[in-house]
Nanobody
Framework: QVQLVESGGGLVQAGGSLRLSCAVS????????MAWFRQAPGKEREFVAA????????YYADSVKGRFTISRDNAKSTVYLQMNSLKPEDTAVYYC?????????????????WGQGTQVTVSS
């Protein structure tokens, strides 16, 4: 099982931007489909975005489409989430997740490994 460590969260005003990073400890990073999820207080964990093994395909939740961009650097074993035009409703703990499957899933139970999460707070 791989280890994932997120960073880059923080407090930002509405309309601002943040870039999250997730470093993955594995020699076979390119064999994993990667995703970002988020969980707000009192809510279930929800899918945000996913990226295929070599970064040629990306997928987004409707709520973030056009504002967030997922990317990966296989040489650095790192996945990123660039978040622009942030809204107060984006406030949540953001988690990165890894799946050994070759296709992406929006269900959290499909992912094998998880990071500890990083808090993103957007003030109005």
């Amino acid at each position: 099982q791989v280890q994932l460590v997120e960073s880059g969260g923080g407090l930002v005003q509405a309309g601002g931007s943040l870039r999250l990073s997730c470093a993955v400890s594995t020699r076979t990073f390119s064999s994993y489909t990667m995703a970002w999820f988020r969980q707000a207080p009192g809510k279930e964990r929800e899918f945000v975005a996913a990226i295929s093994r070599f970064g040629d395909s990306t997928y987004y939740a409707d709520s973030v489409k056009g504002r967030f961009t997922i990317s990966r650097d296989n040489a650095k074993s790192t996945v990123y989430l660039q978040m622009n035009s942030l809204k107060p409703e984006d406030t949540a703990v953001y988690y990165c997740a890894a799946s050994s499957a070759s296709v992406y899933y929006t269900g959290a139970h499909r992912y094998d490994s998880w990071g500890q999460g990083t808090q993103v707070t957007v003030s109005s």
